[in-house]
DNA sequence: ATCTTTGCAAATGCTTTGCACATTC
DNA sequence: GAATGTGCAAAGCATTTGCAAAGAT
């Protein structure tokens, strides 16, 4: 895999923000836990362990502005608070989410298939779709 | 259009519910809102206007019931509280949003065309999907 | 008569914000 | 050195909950 931490960096400079210990700390926790999906307060406890002096408004504003600058993205599975992953360099769009009404579990899909149907949207309704957040519901191989 | 009321009341009953006077003027806010996403707020100062005695938990405990029993659908538009709409009873799927990232209007989709990613789903990932939430993000005809 | 539902107010829990100090560039 | 970023504690706000009274079947 390819410094995606020197590529953050330039990203950042380019905007005009600065390189802190704390954002990279974080940036480090969402490289290390691409598979899972952190909340906030997740993110704090293990961003903790390299920065002990790190407050949990931090994190909440590094969330923040990585959001805005598409190096992660925000998800909300109806469990009381935002989670967060990396996004996928090579996607441009939000990759989608299956969601066990049983156990709780959250995997991901790697086909989109959403071109027809964003064709579609495009003529009928004169939307320009920029991205995408898609959520299947149901019972996941354990639990059906 | 045919008598939901008389509809939802029987759902009601069936399951051990009560028909009391909240929820019958909560549906009938819903029947009358159905081009609108409503937050449980603006819920509850609509159905005010008819039962002033109304509380707010009861608007809440209401749109979870009604949630459970699939009358209506709970929608998370980014700002910062849930939003309902009635279910579309001709639909076994919620139907797709469009968000625009400029103006913030909703707008509904629907057409599903979402069989093909489905099945892949099953076949790959053996997940059964009951629902899903879809959202488009982008710029809608106005704003484009 | 019994079991459910409601209103109120308080509690909960995630997220945001104000401000003085610290840190990058 | 100037502007941005941080930590802490407090505030904000949507939603939930406990409980006694009211209502539905």
Known sequence: MYDVMVNIKS???????KLTSQRRATLEVMLKNQDKHLSADEIYVEVK???????LATVYRT?????????????????????YELSHPEENHDHHHL??????GVS???VDLLGAL??????KHS???VNHKVKFYGLCSKCR
Chains 1, 2 share one sequence.
Request: hydrophobic share 35%; charged share 35%.
């Open 11 to 17: 990203v950042l400079k380019e905007q005009g923000f």
């Open 118 to 123: 964003e064709g579609i949207i495009d003529k």
């Open 127 to 129: 939307f320009k779709v």
């Open 63 to 83: 969330v923040l502005l990585f959001e805005e600058l598409g190096i992660i993205s925000k998800h909300n599975f109806e469990d009381g608070r935002n989670r």
């Open 108 to 110: 991901e899909v790697e």
């Open 49 to 55: 362990r390299t920065n002990p002096e790190i407050g």
């Open 99 to 104: 969601i066990c009404l049983k156990c709780g």
